[in-house]
């Protein structure tokens, strides 16, 4: 029964495993596509008397990040409250722990 378990949930890992990895060649292969694509209309526009300058804006640059992207903000820290015992019911910060003093700093 144990063994029937452990087959049942590698062949979920496996096919997610496998359609990753068919998902990210099948973007591979259009990425490479549309690569040549964009440098062989980049090719004619130069032949047309573009200069780089008028390209620039046109050029697949791999190293930055494309600015369609969403924007990430920094998490918030993780400090949480908590009440302390007494019948003044003040509220106090928890005491930060080293992962949450690396994690800040970080």
């Given at each position: 029964?144990?063994?029937?378990?452990?087959m049942?949930?590698?062949?979920?890992?496996?096919?997610?495993?496998?359609?990753?990895a068919?998902?990210?060649?099948?973007?591979?292969?259009?990425?490479?596509a549309?690569?040549?694509?964009?440098?062989?209309?980049l090719?004619?526009?130069?032949?047309?008397?573009?200069?780089?300058?008028?390209?620039?804006?046109?050029?697949?640059?791999?190293?930055?990040?494309?600015?369609?992207?969403?924007q990430?903000?920094?998490?918030?820290?993780?400090?949480?409250?908590?009440v302390?015992?007494?019948?003044s019911?003040?509220?106090?910060?928890?005491?930060?722990?080293?992962?949450?003093?690396?994690?800040?700093?970080?």
């Amino acid at each position: 029964r144990e063994a029937e378990k452990k087959m049942q949930a590698i062949r979920v890992v496996a096919t997610a495993h496998k359609t990753l990895a068919d998902t990210r060649e099948e973007f591979a292969r259009a990425d490479a596509a549309n690569k040549k694509a964009l440098a062989d209309a980049l090719a004619v526009a130069r032949s047309a008397g573009f200069s780089e300058a008028d390209l620039k804006r046109w050029q697949a640059d791999d190293s930055k990040p494309s600015r369609r992207g969403p924007q990430r903000r920094p998490r918030k820290s993780a400090q949480k409250e908590a009440v302390t015992p007494t019948n003044s019911g003040a509220v106090t910060t928890a005491p930060e722990s080293a992962e949450d003093n690396l994690a800040a700093s970080a």
